[in-house]
């Protein structure tokens, strides 16, 4: 059977059933979101967070769901984003999808943004998403099959599409040029290995940003600015994600795909 209707066995256009994921920053905010969409989609899902006992608490719900796994990771330094490759490849051998969801906001006056503002930002926004990458490059590409690549999908926000009002200078700096990373791994790792970003907006209850941020719900001037006039949701994350992990996506790399709502269009 082909077409665009999922089958018994998960082979639909649009199926993610029986892939495996790994989603960073998967345990609470919009990290937790796509986790779950990718779970209840029949995708054996596995979740990072720097805190650990976090990380077990979202899988364990999960896992009532689907297969979800915690893991425990720093992605601050490059030795930690090699450290989470080499557990997950311990694991299983072949990631269909890697969503880089994992990301850290700081925002102060220009007069007070200094160095502290920029270090983490860029390691966990930026470079956390090229190491990781890099180093589970070997596991994507034994789960690639001839016209169907694997996945690397970087969350970002619509600030690296348009002047942010907030003085979140590294957020905004960080989001672009990963918008750029994405266009020139995309060039580097096909076609074996398909990569795209998705720009959000506001999402509630969380904000944007950061996945390991505390949940706060988007600024309401915000959400009025947006055309379609509400915060996405969890049903509005589970069809991008799905649609980049399933062969629905397999002619599509290279792209940043803003998700909100039209407000980047429209700021």
Same mark, same amino acid.
């Given at each position: 059977?082909?077409?665009?209707?999922?089958?018994?066995?998960?082979?639909?256009?649009?199926?993610?059933?029986?892939?495996?994921?790994?989603?960073?920053?998967?345990?609470?905010?919009?990290?937790?979101?796509?986790?779950?969409?990718? &779970?209840?989609? !029949? #995708? *054996?899902?596995? =979740?990072?967070?720097?805190? /650990?006992? $976090?990380?077990?608490?979202? %899988?364990?719900?999960?896992?009532?769901?689907?297969?979800?796994?915690?893991?425990?990771?720093?992605?601050?330094?490059?030795?930690?984003?090699?450290?989470?490759?080499?557990?997950?490849?311990?694991?299983?051998?072949?990631?269909?999808?890697?969503?880089?969801?994992?990301?850290?906001?700081?925002?102060?006056?220009?007069?007070?943004?200094?160095?502290?503002?920029?270090?983490?930002?860029?390691?966990?926004?930026?470079?956390?998403?090229?190491?990781?990458?890099?180093?589970?490059?070997?596991?994507?590409?034994?789960?690639?099959?001839?016209?169907?690549?694997?996945?690397? &999908?970087?969350? !970002? #926000? *619509?600030?690296? =599409?348009?002047?942010?009002? /907030?003085? $979140?200078?590294?957020?905004? %700096?960080?989001?672009?040029?990963?918008?750029?990373?994405?266009?020139?791994?995309?060039?580097?790792?096909?076609?074996?290995?398909?990569?795209?970003?998705?720009?959000?907006?506001?999402?509630?209850?969380?904000?944007?940003?950061?996945?390991?941020?505390?949940?706060?719900?988007?600024?309401?001037?915000?959400?009025?600015?947006?055309?379609?006039?509400?915060?996405?949701?969890?049903?509005?994350?589970?069809?991008?994600?799905?649609?980049?992990?399933?062969?629905?996506?397999?002619?599509?790399?290279?792209?940043?795909?803003?998700?909100?709502?039209?407000?980047?269009?429209?700021?």
């Amino acid at each position: 059977m082909t077409g665009t209707h999922a089958t018994q066995d998960g082979s639909g256009l649009f199926s993610v059933h029986g892939r495996t994921a790994l989603v960073t920053g998967g345990a609470r905010g919009v990290g937790a979101l796509i986790a779950q969409a990718l &779970v209840e989609a !029949g #995708a *054996t899902v596995y =979740l990072t967070s720097r805190d /650990a006992a $976090a990380a077990e608490k979202t %899988a364990a719900r999960l896992s009532l769901l689907g297969e979800c796994f915690p893991l425990s990771a720093d992605l601050a330094t490059e030795e930690g984003c090699r450290a989470l490759a080499e557990e997950l490849t311990g694991r299983t051998g072949r990631l269909h999808l890697l969503v880089n969801g994992a990301g850290t906001l700081h925002s102060a006056p220009l007069e007070e943004f200094g160095d502290a503002g920029w270090d983490r930002v860029l390691q966990v926004n930026l470079k956390a998403v090229f190491h990781l990458t890099r180093f589970l490059r070997p596991a994507l590409e034994a789960a690639a099959e001839p016209g169907d690549p694997a996945r690397v &999908v970087t969350i !970002g #926000a *619509t600030d690296g =599409l348009h002047l942010p009002s /907030a003085e $979140a200078y590294s957020h905004a %700096a960080g989001t672009a040029a990963v918008h750029q990373l994405t266009r020139q791994l995309a060039g580097r790792l096909a076609p074996r290995i398909a990569v795209n970003a998705v720009a959000l907006g506001p999402f509630g209850p969380f904000g944007p940003f950061a996945s390991d941020a505390p949940p706060g719900r988007p600024a309401a001037d915000t959400v009025l600015r947006t055309p379609l006039g509400r915060a996405g949701g969890l049903d509005d994350l589970a069809g991008i994600i799905r649609f980049l992990g399933s062969r629905a996506s397999a002619y599509l790399t290279g792209t940043v795909i803003p998700l909100d709502g039209g407000l980047a269009l429209t700021r």
